[in-house]
């Protein structure tokens, strides 16, 4: 999947939309976050916010397999980061797995710019509910990440 078209992709998502095997829709969902281009993975972020599309308790695992191709990582930070209070809305405060969400997404990163986003996003919304200890995680993994990479 990783060098599909957009045909391609679009019929492994109707491929998606028509499975009722969880197991083979978790395999295909993992499979349509492999594509290079961005601008299918962006189409599959618009996509998997609607709950007829991806169930609400598989989104999140979406956005993180998505950040975790190269080639989206800046996509699902930014529309994270973009749509926080929309996914707080969803998701609550409380909920463990938007708490993780952030160090999932944000593993990777090791440049000043990223940590200053984190840090930006984290004061703009203080609240992080269940995420207090992955936000601070996520801090300090970007923040040994720039050191590691600085030697």
Same mark, same amino acid.
């Given at each position: 999947?990783?060098?599909?078209?957009?045909?391609?992709?679009?019929?492994?998502?109707?491929?998606?939309?028509?499975?009722?095997?969880?197991?083979?829709?978790?395999?295909?969902?993992?499979?349509?976050?492999?594509?290079?281009?961005?601008?299918?993975?962006?189409?599959?972020?618009?996509?998997?916010?609607?709950?007829?599309?991806?169930?609400?308790?598989? *989104?999140?695992?979406?956005?993180?397999?998505? $950040? !975790?191709?190269?080639?989206?990582? @800046?996509? %699902?930070? /930014? =529309?994270?980061?973009?749509?926080?209070?929309?996914?707080?809305?969803?998701?609550?405060?409380?909920?463990?797995?938007?708490?993780?969400?952030?160090?999932?997404?944000?593993?990777?990163?090791?440049?000043?710019?990223?940590?200053?986003?984190?840090?930006?996003?984290?004061?703009? *919304?203080?609240?992080?509910?269940?995420?207090? $200890? !992955?936000?601070?995680?996520?801090? @300090?993994? %970007?923040? /040994? =990440?720039?050191?590691?990479?600085?030697?």
């Amino acid at each position: 999947m990783k060098s599909a078209t957009q045909d391609e992709w679009d019929k492994l998502w109707q491929i998606y939309l028509k499975e009722e095997d969880v197991q083979e829709q978790s395999k295909i969902r993992s499979a349509l976050c492999a594509p290079r281009d961005v601008n299918i993975l962006r189409r599959y972020l618009e996509l998997a916010w609607d709950e007829n599309n991806i169930r609400s308790q598989d *989104y999140l695992n979406v956005l993180s397999s998505i $950040s !975790s191709n190269p080639n989206g990582t @800046e996509l %699902v930070w /930014n =529309n994270v980061r973009e749509n926080w209070p929309k996914l707080v809305e969803r998701f609550t405060l409380n909920s463990r797995y938007l708490g993780s969400l952030i160090p999932s997404i944000t593993d990777s990163f090791n440049t000043d710019q990223r940590l200053k986003e984190m840090e930006q996003l984290f004061a703009q *919304y203080p609240e992080a509910g269940a995420g207090e $200890s !992955s936000r601070l995680r996520a801090l @300090e993994t %970007v923040r /040994n =990440n720039i050191k590691w990479a600085a030697t």
